[in-house]
């Protein structure tokens, strides 16, 4: 059973899961080929990950303001990933209901198993409401209701079947290439990019691992599970004015936009 945590939607240890969310989604033929032709992720990839977590926190914790402020944003970004089928490609919108799904579906799955690593099971309970949660904040994306699965077990038979399948192709690839393995950025962020690409590594299945390109044997595997039994003892001790820092602070930086800028903004705060 769980240990007892105030509240795992806050955790900031979630953002060690933030790159096998976005490799499970570049791994979707539609998201890998939007993404490519029409995103600046790789350019600005901490600025991409900051908007797609304020979307979260603010469906989760906002007021009413701050819910419109990022489905504005979201819906302003997405307009224009759209490419009808033709014979080099199948087409793909970034208003596909089942693109919506599975981005959710991979930010619920990530937040999940990074949580049960760190606090253990979840029992029933707390299962309950996080998936519950995660229904609020696709439906908050537009994803129809009746489109998420019912209950947690019709979610696993869905990401079972799902992940069996998926397969990453080049255009996808290229674009998680470009974020793993970063030429022109910061020095700080280059620098954070070897324990980000290996816990990322760790945490994808073997298949899509082999698909990114990303190297994995006996040795990486033991030291993956060594950094998580570490993690497991060292990031609860943690007071939670560190824990939740990121969560308020992208709340702080909304409520800065909202000020500055009560109209609809034209800030593009999340991209596909």
Not at 44 to 65: F, Q
Not at 95 to 112: G, K, M, N, R, S
Request: contains cysteine; glycine residues 6%.
């Amino acid at each position: 059973m769980v240990q007892e945590f105030s509240d795992y939607r806050a955790e900031g240890i979630l953002l060690a899961g933030a790159g096998r969310a976005i490799l499970l989604q570049l791994a979707n033929p539609g998201i890998g080929r939007g993404v490519a032709e029409h995103s600046t992720f790789t350019e600005r990839p901490v600025n991409r990950l900051k908007g797609t977590l304020t979307y979260v926190y603010a469906v989760v914790y906002g007021n009413d303001e701050q819910v419109k402020e990022v489905r504005r944003r979201v819906n302003r970004a997405h307009v224009p990933v759209r490419r009808p089928a033709d014979k080099a490609s199948a087409g793909y919108s970034a208003f596909d209901p089942e693109l919506q799904l599975w981005v959710v579906a991979t930010l619920y799955d990530t937040a999940l198993t990074i949580i049960e690593k760190i606090y253990g099971p979840l029992d029933d309970a707390a299962a309950d409401a996080m998936y519950r949660d995660y229904a609020r904040i696709g439906t908050a994306l537009q994803l129809p209701p009746g489109m998420w699965p019912k209950d947690r077990a019709e979610f696993g038979r869905y990401w079972a079947e799902r992940v069996s399948t998926l397969r990453a192709e080049y255009p996808g690839v290229r674009v998680a290439r470009g974020l793993l393995f970063p030429r022109h950025t910061a020095l700080w962020y280059r620098a954070i990019i070897p324990p980000a690409r290996f816990l990322t590594a760790g945490l994808l299945p073997e298949q899509l691992r082999k698909d990114f390109g990303l190297a994995w044997s006996d040795q990486h595997e033991r030291r993956f599970h060594r950094t998580f039994r570490i993690l497991a003892v060292a990031y609860p001790k943690l007071p939670p004015g560190i824990r939740y820092w990121f969560k308020d602070y992208c709340l702080r930086e909304l409520d800065r936009d909202l000020k500055r800028n009560p109209q609809p903004s034209q800030h593009l705060g999340i991209s596909a």
